[in-house]
């Protein structure tokens, strides 16, 4: 059974850094991309960052939104994925979700699994 | 544009049928993708390549396309079907698109 969690979420005052995690179980972890999706209160789901599996040299693509400032990255040997977020703002606050996605180059058209969520509050 | 529309809300009857769309140019080149998110828990896929069906999900959900237009259809919704709804697309700028989200009632 895939099993996505993410940790990490919490109370963070607006300008600071917050790294969350996410630790995969129930699939072959380093055979599949990775991507972040977020929610803000009462809103839709934003696509925010995707990471490829090492067979495509795990390179990264980031929507426009937080380019710069979000980071994205794995480790396959822990079978984690991780979103390193810096210079918070208030609107960042959401609960952030990350997803399994497809295997191929462009496998974060094909986000099939999805964890619970973890809430990242942006707030002085 | 890389936008996928969707109406606010739909309101069907139980036992009868939902249908909500979801538009947007990229849709006549990319397949799209349903997911369905019931108040606090994360989205669930319904449908993917357009119309496909995951294992475990009902056959009273099915998917279809059109052109630039994707439909999401419930036949005999029940009552544990109301949710929001999202179809999920792929942009060449934006690259991961979701739809501006539908409100499905069944009351």
């Known amino acids: 059974e895939v099993q996505l969690v993410e940790s990490g979420g919490g109370l963070v005052q607006p300008g600071r850094s917050l790294r969350l995690s996410c630790t995969a179980s129930g699939f072959t972890f380093g055979d599949y991309g990775m991507s972040w999706v977020r929610q803000a209160p009462g809103k839709g789901l934003e696509w925010l960052c995707f990471i490829r599996s090492k067979t495509y040299g795990g390179t990264t693509e980031y929507a426009a939104s937080v380019k710069g400032r979000f980071s994205i990255s794995r480790d396959d040997s822990k079978s984690i994925a991780y979103l390193q977020m810096n210079s918070l703002k208030t609107e960042d606050t959401a609960v952030y979700y990350c997803?399994?996605?497809?295997?191929?180059?462009?496998?974060?058209?094909?986000?099939?699994?999805w964890g619970q969520g973890t809430l990242v509050t942006v707030s002085s | 544009s890389s936008e996928l529309t969707q109406p606010s809300s739909v309101s069907v009857s139980p036992g009868q049928t939902a249908r909500i769309t979801c538009s947007g140019d990229v849709l006549a080149k990319k397949y799209a993708r349903w997911f369905q998110q019931k108040p606090g828990q994360a989205p669930v896929q319904v449908i993917y390549?357009?119309?496909e069906r995951p294992s475990g999900i009902p056959e009273r959900f099915s998917g279809s396309s059109s052109g630039t237009t994707v439909t999401l259809t419930i036949r005999g919704a029940q009552v544990e079907d109301e949710a929001d709804y999202y179809c999920?697309?792929?942009?060449?700028?934006?690259?991961?698109?979701f739809g501006t989200g539908t409100k499905v009632s069944v009351l």
């Open positions: 390549k357009d119309s």
């Open positions: 997803t399994r996605d497809g295997p191929g180059y462009s496998g974060y058209e094909e986000i099939d699994y």
């Open positions: 999920y697309s792929a942009a060449d700028n934006t690259l991961g698109v």
